[in-house]
């Protein structure tokens, strides 16, 4: 994206001011969190059909629960970036109607952000396996059981075969259709449904967008199109709309 591109953004988010923000993995990676899918993302390290599956979780508990132990403690340790601050104030200044995440940790929330769907759920909360029961993040990591049944506890991410929550879902789809930005930050935008966004979006006649240090499937839909570093890419724009 050259200076002339960014500009152009710029206006459109000024002139429309309600921009929707879609992050994937990529969003957190400033803030010391693995994404998944690049070349060294987690899903390169570890096979998430042993780690992030329902089946993973009542038949290897063991595994699954090492596994997100793990990332309870590597969340708890990572802050809000610059990006995500940006993102906030975006958002206080009427610029920003909404941000979608795929992501779990919570980190948009910590920055302010106050309008946030949260598409594959969150670490910041437990629940029981059998009776869905809430608890909290050191009964987990602690194995200990259910207070009311006695059964496992699970984090409330979604895993993979599960569905994603339908009223984030349902929020989702009403604020793509009816943006007039719709801008995708760190996002491979691989994973159904939420891959179909940016499609929407644009059906709809939105200006769409693209930050992404890799190619993406749905690069052809982008007006503007970037890899540069989130971080870097979103004081750029905060630039252009002081």
């Avoid at 921009?19 to 690049?38: N, P, Q």
């Avoid at 940790?105 to 009776?131: F, I, P, Q, W």
């Avoid at 993406?216 to 905060?238: C, S, V």
Wanted: hydrophobic fraction near 35%.
């Amino acid at each position: 994206m050259n200076g002339s591109e960014l500009k152009i953004l710029a206006s459109k988010m000024a002139g429309t001011k309600n921009a929707v923000i879609f992050t994937g993995a990529g969003m957190s990676t400033e803030s010391g969190l693995s994404d998944f899918r690049s070349k060294n993302g987690m899903w390169n390290v570890e096979d998430p059909m042993e780690l992030a599956t329902t089946t993973a979780m009542r038949g290897n508990y063991d595994k699954f629960h090492s596994f997100y132990s793990r990332r309870f403690e590597a969340m708890g340790n990572s802050r809000p970036n610059a990006g995500h601050e940006i993102i906030a104030e975006f958002e206080s200044r009427g610029l920003v109607k909404c941000v979608i995440t795929q992501n779990i940790d919570g980190l948009h929330a910590a920055a302010g952000s106050k309008t946030v769907y949260e598409l594959h759920g969150s670490v910041n909360k437990v629940r029981c396996m059998d009776c869905g029961a809430p608890s909290t993040q050191q009964d987990f990591i602690g194995r200990n059981p259910c207070a009311e049944c006695g059964g496992r506890l699970r984090p409330g991410v979604v895993l993979f075969g599960e569905n994603l929550p339908e009223d984030a879902l349902k929020s989702s789809w009403d604020a793509s259709e009816t943006c007039g930005v719709f801008m995708v930050l760190g996002s491979s935008l691989q994973v159904s449904p939420a891959n179909q966004m940016p499609s929407m979006a644009k059906n709809a006649g939105a200006f769409v967008a693209i930050c992404n240090r890799d190619v993406t499937p749905m690069d052809y839909l982008a007006d503007y199109r970037t890899n540069m570093g989130i971080g870097e890419f979103l004081m750029k724009l905060k630039a252009e709309l002081e």
